[in-house]
């Protein structure tokens, strides 16, 4: 079983930043993906960014050259560094995890409020 802490989220205006962390309880590593999701109000659960065991990343074109996402051994804490916050970036975000070709786990979510 993998726990996942998600910490970090906020009200920030328009133009803003935020850093949102990912505290998981095995060793980063050991696990094949991280990603981050988001879940607006009456809309479905998008993939926002992705990091592979191997340290490649990627991102959903709506956030592209915007936000980053990074990892940090020690810590086993992936991080998801938002700048230029728009409104529509409004939503819970939540922390993936996948362990193996089919098993995930979920973080509780935070919420990321952006203000025009």
């Known amino acids: 079983q993998v726990q996942l802490v998600e910490s970090g989220g906020g009200l920030v205006q328009a133009g803003g930043s935020l850093r949102l962390s990912c505290a998981a309880s095995v060793s980063i590593f050991s696990l094949n993906a991280m990603s981050w999701y988001r879940q607006a109000p009456g809309k479905e659960r998008d993939l926002v960014a992705t990091?592979?065991?191997?340290?490649?990343?990627n991102y959903a074109d709506s956030v592209k050259g915007r936000f980053t996402m990074s990892r940090d051994k020690a810590e086993n804490t992936v991080y998801l560094q938002m700048n230029s916050l728009k409104p529509e970036d409004t939503a819970v975000y939540y922390c993936n995890a996948r362990w193996g070709p089919i098993t995930f786990y979920w973080g509780q979510g935070t919420q990321v409020t952006v203000s025009s």
């Open positions: 990091i592979t065991s191997g340290g490649s990343t």
